[in-house]
């Protein structure tokens, strides 16, 4: 089994590369490298470049750019994968209300490319997707036969990259995460984690709510989810919900902070985008498919914040 890894220096390309190397699954992992020593140090390898390799060992990230529609055809003949699992996308929610073309690019177009060449080459692609599909106004938690209605640009190029996933791809796995965390990029907890350092006073949300999930525990479920083959839709995320107050609040129990934290309204923070107030999901059907639910939230930050811990030497 080898798996190609697109996006793979993200949180969840990162973690999902170890629980390959954990498993001894070999993977090909790709990202969109910005820094030419780099792309160089990749472009001077032969082709099939990963496959010579003890499984899960010694990769390196090569670039590629999914956006590029003759490059992906390309390295995925070169490399022939047994399975794609798209991580590459524009995460910036706030940024994606001005530079829209650049997210439709990202997160509908690129998923496109790869689910073309997937179906070309029959093979299974998992895509992941988001809550900013929903517009939050349900009152209780989304289940996947709920419709979308997305308030930003940034859900909405979302929104449209699983349409054309679905399209074009008929062994497509469509998995809505939400409030992700890990130790590959900035998210949410590191910021409050950044904050608590510089302030004893801090606010937070209490009017957004959904499920804060750590890529981890997300990295396992998806690839049990793949050797399923029970293609589809599903919500992916930790069990239980919360508030960006009551997230930021158990984070800073959790570090033995000693300053206030004050629950208040979200349009208190300036933002371009606007996000759904209650988008938390329901992960019904992902049990009765993978045999388990992911960890409570509350388990899954206190061993991130643990590997926080680990990481930097403390
Ligand atoms: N983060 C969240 O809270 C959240 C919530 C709901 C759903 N999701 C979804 O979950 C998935 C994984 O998210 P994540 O948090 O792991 O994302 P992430 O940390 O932002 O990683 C995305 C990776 O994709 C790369 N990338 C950007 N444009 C690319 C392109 N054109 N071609 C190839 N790679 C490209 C990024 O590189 P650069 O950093 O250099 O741009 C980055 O390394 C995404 O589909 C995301 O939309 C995330």
Redesign the pocket.
Known sequence: MKIFI????????QDLQKECKRRGIDFVA???L?NSSQRAACSTRSSGFASNQEPGTGNRTCS????DLHAVPKILAETKPDAII??????AVDKAEEDWKTAF???SF?PRNLAIISEELRIPLIH?????VFDGTKGSPYMIWDEPNPLSKYGQS?LFGERLVSQHCTRSFIL?????F?M??I?FVKKVLQWSKETAELKGAYDQTSCPSY?VDLARAILDLLNTGAYGLYHLTSSGYASKYELAQETLKLVNWKGTITPVKSSEFESAAQRPEFSAMDSFPLKETIGYELPHWKDALARFLQEIKRESGG
């Open positions: 697109t996006g793979a220096n993200g949180q969840l390309g790709t990202d969109v910005k590629l750019d999914i956006t798209n991580c590459a996308a524009y995460n690019m990202v997160n690129g992941f997707s988001t809550d900013a979302k809505r995460l939400s409030w992700v890990g590959g990029n998210n890529t």
